[in-house]
């Protein structure tokens, strides 16, 4: 059973517009939630973390929410750029868990 | 270029066989690591590795046999595969095991078992 769930297996949006990722989790232990992101032929790369101990961080266009009471968090994109098409990956850790769980991946796809 | 290193990129490989598949980092690292992404899956931990010692073994079958010779280069050796070992196979590293540390990939291995 996924412990982090990524629904959208993809995403289409609007070149400039804002893009919206979302990411479930089922273990209230899960302290610390990082987006990756990964470009074809490439491995992911890190993009943006947050700690449970706050509720937004922001880096540049790139902003992640947390909403703990609904174990749910989002990640997004302002405005949004073709060079952001990519596939997201969302992934948790904490309490028993000491290694990251991942989600499945949205693929964000940028239209001009 | 993230600094992490595999070859091969691709690799076709019936179930009878055996190959390796290799891993380098240039980054200074003490951690590294191996995931298998299934298509439409999740990332699963493979194995992990912290100043060449192993910390971490997801219960992996035994046709997977990892090494770790020294904090820059990781092995997987393969043998005896199946289809459904078939995904793409990332290497990672980092400065610690804290997942507060940044996990650097290389551009992964695709496997084909057929």
């Known amino acids: 059973d996924q412990q982090v769930k990524q629904n959208s297996p993809s995403l289409s949006v609007q070149e400039g517009r804002i893009s919206i990722l979302n990411c479930d989790y089922t273990?209230?232990?899960?302290?610390?939630f990082l987006w990756y992101k990964k470009y074809p032929a490439e491995g992911p790369t890190f993009l943006i973390s947050?700690?449970?101990i706050k509720d937004k961080n922001e880096d540049g266009r790139f902003t992640v929410f947390l909403n703990k009471s609904a174990k749910h968090l989002s990640l997004h994109i302002v405005p949004s750029q073709p060079g952001d098409s990519a596939v997201y990956f969302c992934?948790?850790?904490?309490?028993?868990?000491?290694?990251?769980?991942w989600g499945a991946g949205t693929k964000l796809i940028i239209k001009p | 270029e993230t600094g992490v290193t595999q070859t091969p990129r691709h690799l076709v490989m019936g179930m009878t066989n055996k190959k390796s598949l290799k891993c380098e980092q240039h980054l200074g690292h003490n951690a590294m690591y191996w995931y298998k992404q299934s298509a439409k899956k999740p990332l699963e931990l493979m194995f992990v590795?912290?100043?060449?010692?192993?910390?971490e073994n997801n219960s992996v079958p035994s046709r997977f046999s990892p090494e770790c010779p020294n904090s820059s280069h990781l092995f997987l050796h393969l043998h005896t595969l199946q289809p459904e070992d078939s995904a793409l196979y990332l290497c990672?590293?980092?400065?610690?095991?804290?997942?507060?540390?940044?996990?650097?990939f290389g551009p992964g291995t695709r496997l084909t078992v057929t």
């Open positions: 273990n209230s232990m899960f302290d610390y």
């Open positions: 992934a948790a850790s904490g309490g028993s868990n000491y290694q990251l769980i």
């Open positions: 590795y912290n100043f060449k010692e192993q910390t």
């Open positions: 990672a590293s980092s400065q610690g095991t804290s997942l507060h540390y940044e996990q650097y």
């Open positions: 947050i700690s449970s």
